[in-house]
């Protein structure tokens, strides 16, 4: 048996953290099995469903990596295989037509609740024989009353429903077109969808959908419903606790393999284990490991992985990801220096891409103004001969390196007795408009001779102006 699994978002909304999970999760057990990894589109809510969401989602895919075998497929372009199973359920005796309208559901709905029993469905027009011409009807599942459903979950266990707690479902709406519990079972029986790995609140639906895969003569698949994510404050992940869509995190500055990182440890663990390649994902990764209880998300621990990731990761691949935010920042890298030698001078300390990004901006372009706290603390008349002494001595270096240029800033300090902070700072700011950047003879190498210069004049001008 080929092993196959599927990651099945809605497009009412951008990838959010818990479906990245979810997919995550689905593709790490196809890739350990050698299976395949399915990617479905379920659009049939028509209201909401959109085009924007459909490219946020298939985005949000590229750029973590996770590629699919098959797909995307789309429920929309299926609706003819939907009614043809439907037709069939109502043939067979497994689904029928009822009338009740909404106000007659609501009214019973009410009355269900004053006698303190769970409200569902009493099953009216369970038994009508003889159509209704001219009434709307929804088409809904005839489930077994007696009985009971075992889902062998693969990380909660044996879970056990008992069918007189589950009313009979709608599948098919006034207008016809089929609701999710009867196209996630259509859809998962035609594409052999072995194992399903999907967030604990579709567990009340699997009775639900084995109860159909049973009316059809089919096997349901594997099942393991994972815990949801929580926010610090523990209540259930949402857009107040931080930026939760995928794409947001790009926006951010995080490599996906951070995120991704972080991801498989929310809910799976491997030892004490904590930064795992995407081969290592692959090959430890076990449903078994899965924690039954809920995961915090923690901002903190995923920008320390990024951190990590930035500072370990081959420059060449930084600059892969790094690309696209210089171009949010319209800095044209042929006016600078080599991109790859300024990712591996701030490699140590970044992190964030989009810090990297905009710490580029001085090396390519020239600043407006300097900070003001810095320039008050750093550019002050007692530091004005020592910089025009640097100056001049700039000016005689014939070798442009880190190391000409330590010599020379080391002469300076030694000539007026200053420890090199109290020089190396003012230089800074003078030449990055700030006080942070690589070390400063690195900084200087990087940034050229000429422009190092002609920064350097520029704040020996402001200290005589101020």
């Known amino acids: ?31 350990k099995q050698g ?12 209201e909401r469903s959109s085009i924007e969401s459909v490219n946020a989602i298939l985005d949000s895919m590229a750029w973590l990596g996770l590629d699919y075998d098959q797909g ?3 429920q929309t372009e299926r609706f003819s295989r939907y009614q043809e199973i439907i037709n069939q ?5 497994h689904a029928y037509r009822c009338y009740c309208s909404k106000e007659e559901l609501e009214i019973r709905r009410t009355e269900q609740i004053a006698r303190k029993e769970k409200p569902r469905y009493d099953g009216k027009c369970r038994h009508l024989t003889t159509p209704k011409e001219g009434i709307p009807y929804v088409i809904r599942f005839k489930n077994s009353l007696d009985g009971q459903v075992q889902i062998r979950d693969l990380v909660r266990g044996t879970v056990i429903f008992q069918n007189g707690e589950l009313d009979d479902l709608i599948i098919a709406r006034t207008d016809g077109t089929p609701t999710y519990n009867l196209t996630v079972v259509v859809d ?8 399903v790995i999907r967030g604990d609140d579709h567990l009340n639906n699997t009775p639900r959908q084995s109860n159909i895969f049973a009316a059809l003569g089919k096997e349901p698949p594997s099942y393991a419903h994972i815990p949801m994510i929580l926010g610090t404050d523990k209540q259930r992940l949402s857009k107040r606790h931080g930026a939760v869509s995928v794409m947001s995190y790009r926006d951010l500055g995080y490599l996906p393999e951070a995120l991704l990182n972080y991801l498989v440890r929310l809910g799976w663990s491997h030892g004490d284990q904590e930064v795992f390649t995407i081969e290592e994902m692959i090959k430890l990764f076990n449903i078994k490991d899965i924690n039954q209880s809920a995961s915090v998300f923690n901002p903190e621990k995923l920008q320390w992985l990024n951190q990590h990731y930035i500072k370990n990761s081959d420059p060449h691949h930084i600059a892969q990801h790094l690309y ?13 220096p080599n991109l790859i030698d300024l990712i591996k001078a701030q490699q140590e300390r970044a992190k964030t891409l989009v810090e990297m990004a905009q710490n580029c901006v001085p090396f390519y372009y020239n600043f407006q103004d300097y900070e003001s706290i810095a320039a008050e603390k750093h550019l002050t008349i007692s530091i004005l001969e020592p910089l025009q002494a640097l100056k001049a001595h700039f000016e005689n270096v014939s070798s442009w390196t880190a190391s000409e240029i330590h010599q020379a800033i080391s ?3 030694e000539k007026y007795n200053l420890k090199l902070a109290k020089l190396a700072q003012p230089l800074r700011v003078a030449v990055m408009g700030r006080p942070i950047s690589p ?14 210069l002609s920064r350097v004049e520029r704040a020996i001008e402001w200290i005589q102006r101020n």
């Open 1 to 31: 048996m080929t092993i196959c699994t599927r990651f099945a978002p809605s497009p009412t909304g951008y990838l959010h953290i818990g479906g990245a999970r979810t997919a995550l999760f689905s593709w790490l057990y196809a890739r």
């Open 35 to 46: 299976g395949n990894f399915i990617l479905r589109i379920e659009d049939t809510d028509l």
């Open 72 to 74: 995307p497929f789309y």
């Open 89 to 93: 359920l109502t043939d067979s005796g």
């Open 188 to 195: 998962d029986m035609d594409m052999g969808i072995t194992h």
């Open 324 to 336: 696209w935010y210089l171009e949010q920042l319209k800095i044209d890298i042929s006016q600078g």
């Open 411 to 413: 002469s300076i300090v």
């Open 439 to 452: 070390p400063i003879d690195i900084t200087l190498e990087l940034l050229g001779k000429e422009k190092t």
